[in-house]
């Protein structure tokens, strides 16, 4: 199977707590639609230090990560990040590899959206149909 990309936004999830609590007006929420990479032998969601600056995220701590090349580094853990792919949204904390080309949309945010990549269109689906999974605010 060849490389799959798809469009996903991510947002800061702090900032949309801010607006349920009405301290933070929708339109000045951090986000950044990119294309990412999806990867299913990437457990989680991978961003660059670009991005993490960009959406205002925190950093809770750090994973030694093994990464494609065989290599093990350590990188930063970020807070939560909500991701959303069309109609689907989930939750996840974030790597922060400082110098990433490309963003991974990994297992773990696939998962939360119920999601998988189909090797026969290579495009990325819902693995029980792309019925309406939830409301965005």
Known sequence: MGTVYSEITLLNSMDLGK?????????????????????????????????????????????????ANGQRITAKETEPVVVRWKNRQTACSALVISDAKVILFGAIPMEGMDLMVNPVTQEVVGAHGDREECLIL
């Open 19 to 67: 607006v349920t609590e009405g301290l933070l007006k929708k339109e000045n929420v951090r986000s950044v639609t990119i294309r990412a990479i999806a990867d299913t032998g990437a457990m989680y969601m991978v961003i660059n230090e670009e991005i993490r600056q960009k959406l205002g995220l925190g950093i809770w701590g750090e994973k030694s990560v093994l990464i």
